[in-house]
């Protein structure tokens, strides 16, 4: 699942791709939400980002567009 983590006072935002559910995700937030602490989420190939949970201005959802090879 690709994830887009909106940054309060950063240009860009953080895409990662990732194994977990957006239930597990979001539930990770509010954990660290409520404990003042960091979002820490891995992706796809193992690496770690972490964000200060104070500092999230938005999650998104998404799956990443299924690339086609050929002639449709």
Known sequence: M???????HAQRELTIDTD?????????LVQALSEEGVLRLTD???RQVVVPAAKVAYLEFGSPAVGTVGFR
Do not use: L, M, N, P
Request: charged content about 25%.
């Open 20 to 28: 977990a559910t957006a239930e597990d995700i979001s539930a990770q």
């Open 44 to 46: 796809t190939k193992g």
């Open 2 to 8: 690709e994830v887009k983590i909106g940054v309060q």
